[in-house]
């Protein structure tokens, strides 16, 4: 079967760096997105990774390892309006999103 | 401004009321999808559009229909709702699913439905 893994709930201090990681095993691989959901809110579209490597978007990087099926999400110099669910998704073999839990990333001053 | 619209955002009825909950996009996206997210079990998919006319079922289409007449709608219909129905709804949409990079997608506002 098809399988997302990541953390259920993170938390971490203003100002510092954290990094949420996702496994996946799908049948076959054409991208892994990374979306942001506040809450009762729709989630909005983070990075996108096809190709092995980070990916460096301001404070968000993405990070992507197709042999270890593996990706994680870096937020540096957290801020409080970054407590929100980060969604990991991967697009398979038929183009269609295979969707992680999400992780619950707390915020604290 | 580009963006999916829904409605009812929300939306309290009881068990065997038909239902509509409308989606329409004004980005010229081929493909348009309908999620269901209730707590601990993430976003699951309820049935999907590729294009005009062209439906699938998604991972947990039981006591759904859809449509895509036009390009622009994809409405989900509930014929006969039940409380295990009570869930909050996305509709999405994206440019096409043929090419990784147009699969980006935008999301509606969310319909919080209760069905009492």
């Known amino acids: 079967g098809q399988n997302i893994d990541q953390p259920t709930e993170m938390t971490a201090t203003e100002g510092a760096i954290v990094q949420i990681n996702c496994t996946y095993q799908t049948s076959g691989f054409n991208g892994l997105f990374w979306y942001q959901q506040h809450a009762g809110e729709a989630p909005t579209f983070l990075s996108y990774n096809v190709l092995d490597g980070l990916e460096e978007k301001g404070r968000f990087s993405s990070f992507l390892s197709r042999s270890k099926g593996y990706s994680y999400l870096l937020l540096k110099e957290l801020q409080m309006k970054d407590s929100a669910s980060y969604l990991c998704a991967v697009l398979d073999s038929n183009y269609q999103l295979i969707w992680g839990a999400g992780t619950k990333l707390i915020i604290k001053p | 401004e580009a963006q999916v619209t829904q409605n009812p955002r929300y939306l309290i009825t009881v068990t065997g009321k038909k239902l509509t909950v409308t989606c329409s996009q004004n980005m010229n996206h081929e493909y348009m999808s309908w999620y269901r997210q209730d707590p601990g079990l993430g976003l699951r998919q309820i049935y999907y559009s590729m294009n005009v006319e062209v439906t699938d079922k998604g991972d947990v289409p039981e006591g759904y229909k859809v449509s895509r007449k036009e390009k622009r709608n994809f409405p989900l219909i509930l014929e006969s709702p039940s409380p295990n129905q009570t869930s909050l709804y996305f509709c999405?949409?994206?440019?096409?699913?043929?090419?990784?990079?147009?699969?980006?997608?935008?999301f509606g506002a969310g319909s919080r439905l209760t069905v009492l």
């Open positions: 999405a949409s994206s440019l096409s699913t043929s090419s990784s990079g147009a699969n980006v997608l935008t």
